[in-house]
């Protein structure tokens, strides 16, 4: 009886790894840990149906260079605000693999699905998806607020997104922005082949950006917060810039705001000029396709 006992609880732990949760593998983590391993996949620290947090956080802190993200059967890697803190990271999305915000967190109206900042040299790619629950941030017990964002990349430089679809934030798709008070703009991003869908007050919105190129990418379908544009292209400071920025081959339509908004009104006489091309792009179905503000009026030296 006691063995029989003892093989039905392994069993049932199998049945749980299996089902609900993925079994660490220490051996393969402890090589990363070593030097011995480059790349890292996620679920060799393990997953959790109902909240993996701390196992992506932990792929993401370890010493390899290239963390995959493992397109799992039992479904998607359910997480609470994540953080990139390290330079030189590759991020691979195996195809059809989610990370997806957890229902009933982001309670702070800063809360981020990925937040970057002042990290460089970064490359997010694959066919997989970042998801946040749109409609929830609309209404109570959540604070009305405009930047609960699916990736906050503030002063960062050397950022590509290749491929992934980014959809239904309480914010914006993708924000670029500064880290503090020094103005450091975010320089050379990239966003190539990727789709934002459904986001709440922005696809992409750009505060501050020395390098920027987004291409074959779908800006689509942005309702919730105002300014609700497929990109807002919006300083919040004189110090910030636009430079080399550019928009090739995109999509951008359905959206309840602009396609394309640039709103300078922070900006004043002695703010850098402003670079911003758009070429081959498709702009249908907004309340309009492209505005442009100056001065609202009461502004010294605009």
């Known amino acids: 009886m006691m063995i029989i006992k003892s093989f039905s609880s392994m069993a049932a732990f199998a049945v749980v790894c299996g089902v609900y949760a993925a079994c660490p593998d220490p051996d393969?983590?402890?090589?990363?840990?070593?030097?011995?391993?480059?790349?890292?996949?996620?679920?060799?620290?393990?997953?959790?149906a109902e909240d993996s947090t701390r196992h992506v956080q932990a792929a993401?802190?370890?010493?390899?260079?290239?963390?995959?993200?493992?397109?799992?059967?039992?479904g998607a890697?359910?997480?609470?605000?994540?953080?990139?803190?390290?330079n030189g990271k590759e991020i691979v999305f195996e195809d059809g693999a989610e990370l997806?915000?957890?229902?009933?967190?982001?309670?702070?109206?800063?809360?981020?699905l990925l937040t970057l900042k002042r990290v460089k040299d970064v490359v997010i790619r694959g066919k997989g998806t970042i998801r946040m629950w749109h409609d929830d941030y609309l209404k109570p017990p959540y604070p009305l607020a405009e930047w609960r964002h699916c990736i906050s990349a503030a002063s960062v430089e050397?950022?590509?997104?290749?491929?992934?679809?980014?959809?239904?934030s309480g914010g914006d798709g993708l924000y670029i922005g500064v880290?503090?008070?020094?103005?450091i703009p975010c320089r050379n991003i990239t966003v190539r082949n990727c789709v934002f869908d459904r986001n709440s007050r922005q696809g992409i919105s750009v505060i501050s950006v020395d390098g920027l190129t987004v291409e074959n990418t779908l800006l689509n379908n942005t309702i919730g917060r105002p300014p609700q544009a497929g990109i807002d292209f919006e300083p919040n400071h004189i110090a910030h810039?636009?430079?080399?920025?550019?928009?090739?081959?995109?999509?951008?339509?359905?959206?309840?705001?602009?396609?394309?908004?640039?709103?300078?009104?922070?900006?004043?006489?002695?703010?850098?000029?402003?670079?911003?091309r758009v070429e081959n792009c498709r702009?249908?179905?907004?309340?309009?396709?492209f505005r442009y503000w100056v001065d609202l009026g009461g502004i010294s030296n605009p």
């Not at 393969?28 to 959790?48: Q, T, Y």
């Not at 993401?60 to 039992?74: E, F, G, N, T």
């Not at 890697?77 to 390290?86: A, D, E, G, M, T």
């Not at 050397?158 to 239904?168: A, M």
Request: with cysteine; proline share 3%.
């Open 100 to 112: 997806v915000a957890k229902r009933g967190e982001y309670r702070s109206g800063s809360d981020s």
């Open 179 to 183: 880290a503090g008070s020094d103005h």
């Open 77 to 86: 890697w359910i997480v609470r605000p994540l953080f990139l803190r390290k």
């Open 60 to 74: 993401l802190d370890s010493k390899a260079r290239k963390v995959v993200i493992d397109r799992m059967p039992q």
């Open 283 to 289: 702009i249908s179905g907004n309340s309009c396709s």
């Open 28 to 48: 393969m983590i402890e090589k990363v840990k070593r030097g011995e391993l480059d790349c890292v996949k996620v679920s060799w620290f393990g997953f959790d």
């Open 241 to 276: 810039m636009f430079k080399r920025c550019v928009l090739r081959g995109c999509e951008i339509s359905g959206n309840k705001g602009s396609g394309i908004e640039v709103y300078l009104v922070n900006f004043n006489a002695e703010s850098d000029p402003v670079d911003i």
């Open 158 to 168: 050397n950022l590509t997104l290749d491929g992934l679809t980014v959809r239904d």
